[in-house]
């Protein structure tokens, strides 16, 4: 079952222009492993407050286009009231995020653990990749963002400010490690984000995972109607291009 917690102090909320309707914002914390950038951490919020967080040790494998899914069987999903995502959406704007450089960081450090931003608001779109220790405007804005995680959840240290997190959020639990009860999780929330092809990768995968073969046929077949509509580009796409269908049926448990 998907548990759909809500997280803030409530308010009411007054008309506003925030967030606008087409708000989103998705962090994805990479890992260098051998020269591939491997999505390790990712968290995913929404404008009707929806938050998926999750995170992945392992990943499925095809040996031979060397494609890394990674498995998200760690994972919280939870809402944020009104006034708390008027008021991320707010923050993020007064940072500048929609005028940062495309790259962040500190470029003399190609091999360690990375972030890939995608914001999108008022009908712009800014994808951000950041590598190395942050500062300025970056480096508040992942301040910002891990404020909204469950207590105790962070992006890489090296990424950090000295800082203490503050977390703005009641009553989310820890995310759990649980493979079957993720994909449930993913398959009960894909009506809600019917047009996001990487939440219906991220399922395949664990479908894949567990031994699931007619559910991973079933989001397989999801995923190439959705890419063929809007095929997905991210900070580090180049780490996707073998993301091919070939691939993908490669990955599908036995008969």
Known sequence: MLAVWPACASQE?????????????????FRGDRGAPRVVRRVQFA???LVFYACAERVLRDDETQLELPLFDRLCIYRL?????RALARRLHRLGIGELDRQQGEASAPDSDGLGVTWQAFGGQKV????GRLHGPMAEILQVVMQHLPDGEVFAEA??????????LR???APRLDAAGALAALVELLPERPGDP???LHAFA??????????????????????????????????????????????????
């Open 13 to 29: 909320a007054r008309p506003s222009i925030w967030p606008p309707p087409d708000f989103e914002l998705t962090v994805e914390q």
């Open 47 to 49: 404008a009707d407050g």
């Open 81 to 85: 009231v009104p006034t708390c995502v």
């Open 128 to 131: 951000i990749a950041a590598r």
């Open 159 to 168: 990424l950090r400010s000295d800082r203490q997190v503050v977390s703005v």
């Open 171 to 173: 009553g989310v639990p």
């Open 198 to 200: 990487e939440l219906v």
């Open 206 to 255: 664990l479908a894949c995972d567990l031994g699931q073969r007619e559910a991973a046929v079933g989001l397989l077949e999801q995923w190439q109607r959705l890419v063929a509509k809007a095929p997905a580009a991210g900070a580090f796409a180049d780490a996707t291009t073998n993301v091919t269908v070939a691939a993908l049926q490669r990955l599908l448990p036995p008969q």
